[in-house]
């Protein structure tokens, strides 16, 4: 099994800074995807940044010039920087991986438990 596991969340005024980090452990061959999506009360999941296979990165519209995803190949980790936080951001992240585990060798595609964000005005 892979499992992934983030931190970093809390409470945060509008216009400061949060930084998200996830890391993915356990029976690990290969990582092709690795990126962060979001749930606000009432809403549905959706993507706010992530890496794909070949190192490209997607954004949200909605975050595009306040967020960063960075990550280090070593430690398995990817870093979510936001950058003045809205309330709108307020949400649970979830951090996703996706790739093939080494025994058996197939493919995996797993979530973590979701780190709260929340955003005061």
């Known amino acids: 099994q892979v499992q992934v596991v983030e931190s970093g969340g809390g409470l945060v005024q509008a216009g400061g800074s949060l930084t998200l980090s996830c890391t993915a452990s356990g029976n690990i061959f290969s990582i092709n995807y690795m990126g962060w999506y979001r749930q606000a009360p009432g809403k549905q999941r959706e993507l706010v940044a992530a890496?794909?296979?070949?190192?490209?990165?997607n954004y949200a519209d909605s975050v595009k010039g306040r967020f960063i995803i960075s990550r280090n190949n070593t430690r398995n980790t990817v870093y979510l920087q936001m950058n003045s936080l809205k309330p709108e951001d307020t949400a649970v992240y979830y951090c996703?991986?996706?790739?093939?585990?080494?025994?058996?060798?197939?493919?995996?595609?797993?979530w973590g438990q979701g780190t709260q964000v929340t955003v005061s005005s």
């Open positions: 996703n991986a996706g790739g093939s585990q080494l025994v058996p060798r197939r493919t995996y595609d797993s």
């Open positions: 890496f794909s296979l070949g190192g490209t990165t």
